[in-house]
Nanobody, 130 residues
Framework: EVQLVESGGGLVQAGGSLRLSCAASGYTYSPSSLGWFCQAPGQEREGVAA???????SYVDSVKGRFTISWDNANNTLYLQMNSLKPEDTAMYYC????????????????????????WGQGTQVTVSS
């Protein structure tokens, strides 16, 4: 059974930094893609960043230059380094894994695509105060 366990969320002031982690286990195949998605209260889940097995990454425009996604293959851990945080970054952040590339979910923000992603973590809350 695939398990994704996020950590690293918290309360930070605007301009601060956080690093989210996602420990992945239980998959019997090399995942094609992993990603970070976020959901604010009353909003749809949105793509933030994704990385394919070849290292290719995609970011939503609002986080480009501030967030960096990375995958530690030796430790099966996905990271999201979040710098220059803004109050509008406040949301629950979810780790996701799938055989298909999740970069399309980030680039298109397609709701059906995001809803169809196979594996999700339980989420970690990020709150940015002004």
């Amino acid at each position: 059974e695939v398990q994704l366990v996020e950590s690293g969320g918290g309360l930070v002031q605007a301009g601060g930094s956080l690093r989210l982690s996602c420990a992945a286990s239980g998959y019997t195949y090399s995942p094609s893609s992993l990603g970070w998605f976020c959901q604010a209260p009353g909003q749809e889940r949105e793509g933030v960043a994704a990385i394919d097995s070849d290292g290719t990454t995609s970011y939503v425009d609002s986080v480009k230059g501030r967030f960096t996604i990375s995958w530690d293959n030796a430790n099966n851990t996905l990271y999201l380094q979040m710098n220059s945080l803004k109050p509008e970054d406040t949301a629950m952040y979810y780790c996701a894994l799938d055989r298909q590339s999740l970069r399309w979910g980030v680039e298109s923000q397609s709701r059906p695509f995001i809803a169809g992603i196979n594996y999700w973590g339980q989420g970690t809350q990020v709150t940015v105060s002004s």
